[in-house]
């Protein structure tokens, strides 16, 4: 692997780039790589001082080049030509990149969700469908570990999605589903003008309370012989609930400029207290509890 792919990781800072310290050097290269596609795309989406069409033809072209790399072609873009062994290696489908390239799509013409049904599908694409390649290169016996994945993934972009509300409000983006905030009686514009209220609170409570649906989930399904083999994946579902317990002590007060987010020294006790229940042989996960 050349410098690219560890570059964009590094500069992220990301929580889910936390999580790679406890993998084998080879598998941390290769989550080091599928992040920064991940990243690139993603960065696509979000660059809003791009026109919507250019936007639109970047993503085609990612998709085209990936496209190669996934048929054994020879795609052009570096992260791609880094990702192409761990593809082969690991046997990543196309199928799944194209979903996340979808998923990354919706947020050039998607500013808001009428159900949570509607919102699950993009939390699938964005989220669900990396924990999907993620799990291929962590390794499993039980297949049940892909429903896992999905779940978990539900779990961590619903949690970002409650962290990222005014900074999504920002981009004209509100994510809550609009059924959740009539229920609640809350107006769109309301969080476009970033006025926090009891209201919202009650609504975010509902977020958060699917979001904890998903962790609880996840906790039940992963099987018992791939714990260790998914640990990277058990530290990112602990760091992002302890995030949520953080917005939960917030009373979900997000419109703040300062995101919630724990502190180094929190991160690190995460991941040493995620290391030691491994060693431990802990069955509980290290999320879904206070």
């Not at 972009?157 to 009686?185: H, K, M, S, W």
């Not at 058990?234 to 919630?260: I, T």
Request: some cysteine.
């Amino acid at each position: 692997m050349t410098d690219q792919s560890r570059t964009i990781t590094r500069k992220s800072a990301s929580n889910l780039a936390l999580a790679f310290v406890l993998l084998p050097k080879a598998k941390r290269q290769a989550m080091t790589a599928l992040y920064a596609f991940c990243r690139e795309v993603d960065d696509v989406a979000d660059e809003e001082t791009a026109p919507l069409e250019k936007r639109r033809a970047d993503l085609a072209a990612w998709r085209a080049d990936i496209r190669l790399a996934c048929d054994g072609g020879a795609p052009s873009f570096p992260v791609n030509r880094e990702l192409q062994a761990v593809i082969t290696q690991y046997r990543l489908p196309y199928a799944h990149f194209d979903e996340l390239i979808r998923g990354v799509e919706m947020d050039l013409d998607t500013k808001r969700y009428q159900t949570f049904e509607e919102l699950e599908q993009y939390c699938y694409r964005v989220a669900s469908v990396v924990g999907l390649l993620s799990v291929e290169i962590f390794g499993y016996q039980n297949p049940a570990c892909r429903q896992y994945a999905v779940y978990l993934g539900q779990a961590l972009q619903l949690t970002n999605i409650l962290r990222d509300v005014r900074n999504d409000a920002e981009r004209g983006r509100i994510y809550f589903p609009l059924a959740e905030l009539a229920r609640c009686q809350v107006a769109p514009e309301e969080i476009l003008r970033l006025e926090y209220s009891g209201r919202f609170a009650q609504a975010a409570a509902g977020v958060a309370a699917r979001a904890r649906h998903f962790y609880s989930l996840a906790g039940r399904t992963l099987p018992a012989v791939d714990r260790r083999s998914m640990i990277a994946a058990e530290l990112m579902g602990s760091v992002y609930w302890r995030l949520l317990c953080e917005l939960e002590g917030r009373r979900y007060d997000v419109f703040g400029p300062h995101p919630a987010r724990l502190s180094r020294a929190e991160k690190i006790r995460l991941v040493l207290r995620t290391w030691w229940r491994l060693k431990a042989g802990a069955a509980r996960p290290n999320y879904g509890t206070t």
